[in-house]
């Protein structure tokens, strides 16, 4: 009697346990450019980009608290308000599930957004999954970045907000990695406009990264906190802002911010000029861009 | 008579040696500038799948083209100068396309709103003609080898293997390491030197051997 007791409680042990870490495939796609993974667990849908399971997430969202973000990335790149903190606007490369655009487009009733996206299949996802819907505030161009910049500049468009997240299922394409694309993007920025670029903070080419974003930009604030290996990049087209008005753009956008879990009060004393990275590295180029191969070492 | 047979047996191998070095560099080059032809194309028409389909649709293209013309030109008194001339002349017209690559493209950038004909005609502005001719090497390379009708099969395929041998060798030493080592343009400026390098070989070599005796 016991041990059959035992062996229940036992048996229902594990059957919680498995709940607990049970991962459902909501849906598996292979792609023009990846293999797309949509996973749910007890509390989130993630898309992941790559053939194994337990591989980064690319983008998380909570059906119960949609506005939530999950990543500390995501909150991260919420930090280019403080340098620009109501940009009209906004152009975003890389969709993932759509959490920076849906929060922006919510938060910012007059602002336009141009998501600009390689793959149709992840748009597919990320408005089936995510809860992302476009509208005339909310577009998505189905192109690659780098051709949609430089359409961008010369049709003479200009964003006040530019976000860079665009990743493939192992790092950021090297053709947009390059100096070359970074000026265009440049060019693309109203005066004062703002970039945030969301990248690795380790791997050798941390430095190659930093060394290119500072050809172009000059000085750019370095957004690293303890519990992401990302960092984002807040370069500007323009002199940066000074403390006293990073703080008070905190301080305007804190309230707003607080349903989605962004402790933007937090950034300002987390924002660094210091230089960090060997500046020795060469700066990546069109003609010199082997991202990839020196992330590896 | 007796010092001159082994002299002109060594003059024979070094010549199929050189041939065969030839085509290995043929192929090496062909994949080389394919593999870097996507980085080159990427900074104006993207890296979507399409920029891939335009650059091996190309290249394809160009080596059918050039596998004629090749075979064409063995008909016409071949002979081991004429083969380096053509090597010769595919890094003379290889070498531009360094400094013509930006501008030629921006124009066809500035032209073709759709990407993807915008990279298939990038492409054939770039490619073709290098291609076209670095395709020629493989048919006129069997033509000077080939020395009794039996054998033909042999030497063909002798000759595929080393060239596509170098092909491989050729997309592998590019994506691996060129790429890191070097910037593209001095990658392709390399391919054209090592071109009009073994070209100038042959050609030397071709006098020298056919010098009557």
């Known amino acids: 009697m016991i041990r059959l007791r035992r ?11 498995s709940a607990a870490s049970a991962v459902d495939i909501l849906h598996r796609e292979r792609s023009l450019y990846q293999t797309i993974l949509i996973t749910e667990d007890r509390n989130r849908i993630c898309m992941q980009f790559s053939v194994r399971e337990q591989q980064r997430n690319q983008s998380c969202f909570n059906p119960r608290r949609p506005k939530r973000m999950v990543f500390t990335y995501t909150r991260m790149m919420m930090g280019a308000l403080l340098l620009e903190p109501e940009p009209v606007n906004v152009l975003i490369a890389g969709l993932g599930g759509g959490t920076l655009p849906t929060a922006l487009h919510d938060l910012l009733p007059e602002a336009h957004i141009d998501n600009v996206e390689i793959d149709p299949a992840v748009v597919a996802a990320a408005r089936r999954y995510f809860g992302f819907a ?36 192992d790092y950021i394409p090297e053709h947009l990695m390059t100096l ?32 290119t974003y500072r050809a172009a930009f000059g000085m750019f604030f370095n957004l690293r906190l303890r519990e992401s290996n990302n960092r984002v990049i807040l370069a500007r087209n323009g002199p940066l802002p000074d403390k006293a008005e990073l703080r008070a753009n905190a301080a305007a956008w804190r309230g707003r911010l607080r349903a989605y879990d ?5 950034f300002p004393a987390r924002l660094s000029l210091g230089v960090d990275w060997d500046v020795t590295r060469r700066p990546l180029t069109d003609q010199y861009a082997p991202a990839n191969l020196l992330r590896g070492d | ?19 065969y070095a030839l085509a290995f560099c043929g192929g090496f080059s062909i994949m080389s500038l394919e593999l870097l032809g996507g980085r080159i194309l990427a900074p104006w028409f993207g890296g979507s799948i399409y920029v891939w389909g335009s650059i091996i649709t190309v290249f394809m293209l160009a080596l059918s083209l050039g596998y004629l013309i090749g ?22 017209i290889l070498y531009p396309t360094v400094h013509l690559a930006e501008p030629a493209m921006m124009w066809v950038f500035e032209r073709i709103e759709d990407p993807r004909y915008g990279s298939l005609v990038a492409s054939l502005v770039l490619f073709v003609a290098p291609t076209v001719v670095l395709g020629a090497i493989s048919p006129y390379s069997v033509r000077l080898l080939v020395r009794q009708r039996e054998e033909s099969g042999k030497v063909a395929g002798s000759l595929y293997f080393v060239s596509t041998l170098g092909s491989a060798l050729g997309t592998l030493a590019t994506s691996f390491y060129f790429v890191l080592w070097f910037e593209i343009d001095t990658i392709v400026t390399c391919l054209a030197g090592l071109l009009l390098g ?6 030397a070599v071709g006098f020298k051997t056919q010098a009557p005796a």
Request: no cysteine.
């Open chain 1, 7 to 17: 062996l229940v409680l036992a048996a229902a042990l594990a059957s919680a346990l």
């Open chain 1, 134 to 169: 476009t509208d005339e505030r909310q577009v998505v161009h189905v192109r690659d970045a780098r051709v949609f910049v430089k359409r961008a500049a010369t049709a003479d468009v200009r964003y006040d907000l530019v976000m860079l997240d665009a990743f493939g299922g």
């Open chain 1, 180 to 211: 070359e694309f970074l000026e265009e993007v440049r060019a693309v920025m109203a005066d004062g406009g703002v970039l945030a670029a969301n990248t690795f903070a380790t791997s050798r080419l941390y430095d190659h990264e930093s060394e």
């Open chain 1, 262 to 266: 962004v402790p933007i009060r937090e």
């Open chain 2, 1 to 19: 008579m007796a010092t001159r047979a082994p002299s002109r047996a060594t003059g024979l191998n070094a010549r199929v040696v050189l041939v």
């Open chain 2, 71 to 92: 075979g064409r030109l063995s008909l016409r008194a071949p002979t081991l100068t004429k083969f380096g001339g053509i090597l010769a002349v595919a890094a003379v």
């Open chain 2, 198 to 203: 073994l070209g100038a070989l042959a050609v």
